[in-house]
């Protein structure tokens, strides 16, 4: 199917074509290998901040390739791909499996009020297959429901309301809460986003970013924050870099922040050290 696909994509007459076309297949073919494989494909976690006092509230997962000869590989550049030959439910599946695994594991250790999001793809919404992954990986991690967020973007949700309305509360169904993500950069329709069962709203790093800046940047995060305040949801601000955007954010009703000023996606390991300072568990760990 790949090789037909790349095929029909050479033209004969462009040789950078033709070299794209090479360079495709050989992620592609890559990709495949790595999900076969143990460990290459992989999650960081990024922490979601409570405003108010500044404690972790929750991670969010993301998905990272560390290829043997290439390093980290980003997922900009193979979730593309992932989500065009079909991969993606396949790496849908791996980062549910893993994320819960490891959510239980933190609830092992810190009580369940620690939650976790992860990124759910168009194409995994789209074929339904993310009910049962959801479920598998329920069952497999033994996690409570309730601390486990499906995420997924506010275009992958309208690009088809009524699909993503049918499957969403499915998901609800099962106690797991969803998460629209970069909220404010796809088409959203106000007919359709009240229907939309979800429970945190994400705000994209693109209106944080011109938050502090202007009275408009701050006007536009105002508007965003009491649609999601009217509609009874919680919203998370990403992108956070600098402090003035906290300030900024904490006179609106805007719970959670996100962003490399508190932190950077990173690995579990490093997660573990800033769990243990928080819930004042060095001691336990140094002796563990
Ligand atoms: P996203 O879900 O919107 O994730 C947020 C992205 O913004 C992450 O990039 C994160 O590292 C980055 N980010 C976080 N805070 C800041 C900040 O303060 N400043 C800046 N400049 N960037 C920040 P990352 O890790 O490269 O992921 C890119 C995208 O790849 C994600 O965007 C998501 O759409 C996709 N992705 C990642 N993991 C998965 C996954 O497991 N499944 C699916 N379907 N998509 C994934
Ligand atoms: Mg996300
Ligand atoms: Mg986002
Ligand atoms: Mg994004």
Known sequence: EAKAN??????GYDPNMQSRVTERLDVENELRRAIAQEGEILLHYQPIVRLTDGQIAGFESLMRWRHPGRGFVSPAEFIPLAEETGLIVELGQRALILGCRTLAEWHRRYGDEIWLSINVSARQLAERVVVDQVKQALQMSGVRP??????????????NPETAIATLEEIAELGVKISIDDF??????????????FDLLKIDRFFTSRLAESRQGMEIV??????????????VAEGIERKDQIAALRTLPITYGQGYYFGRPMPEEMVRELLDRQYGLLEVARKA
Not at 6 to 11: E, H, K, P, Q, S
Not at 150 to 158: D, R
């Open 6 to 11: 790349g095929g029909a994509r050479v033209c």
């Open 146 to 159: 309730g601390a486990l967020k499906i995420e997924l973007t506010e275009s992958v949700a309208m690009a």
């Open 184 to 197: 404010g950069t796809g088409h959203s329709s106000l007919a359709y986003i009240h229907r939309l069962p």
């Open 222 to 235: 105002e508007t965003i924050a009491t649609l999601g305040h009217n509609l009874g949801r919680e919203m």
